[in-house]
Nanobody
Framework: QVRLVESGGGLVQPGGSLRLSCAAS????????MTWYRQAPGKERILVAG????????NYADSVKGRFTISRDNAKNTVHLQMNSLKPEDTAIYYC???????WGQGTQVTVSS
């Protein structure tokens, strides 16, 4: 079955960077677009970034454009989210998923605080 394991979260100061990873298994990874979501405390889960199956096309929420970069390695069945210039409002649990599917991993906590 589909399994998604997010990692790379942590505590970082404002202006800092983190690189999140999502290890995928249980499906043919290279066939599917992937998406990163996040959920801040008390708020809805929202889309952060998406990437096509080949990696040739990406999209971002306005709030992260120019700061975050989504990428994938189809040989390693992983998708990444490089997060730069982090702000306190980026604090959330970050999840990856197959675009359009309802399987969620456990997420990884990102906390941006001084």
């Amino acid at each position: 079955q589909v399994r998604l394991v997010e990692s790379g979260g942590g505590l970082v100061q404002p202006g800092g960077s983190l690189r999140l990873s999502c290890a995928a298994s249980g499906f043919t990874f290279s066939n599917y677009p992937m998406t990163w979501y996040r959920q801040a405390p008390g708020k809805e889960r929202i889309l952060v970034a998406g990437i096509s199956s080949t990696g040739g096309s990406t999209n971002y929420a306005d709030s992260v454009k120019g700061r975050f970069t989504i990428s994938r390695d189809n040989a390693k069945n992983t998708v990444h989210l490089q997060m730069n210039s982090l702000k306190p409002e980026d604090t959330a649990i970050y999840y990856c998923k197959i675009t359009g599917d309802n399987t969620w991993g456990q997420g990884t906590q990102v906390t941006v605080s001084s």
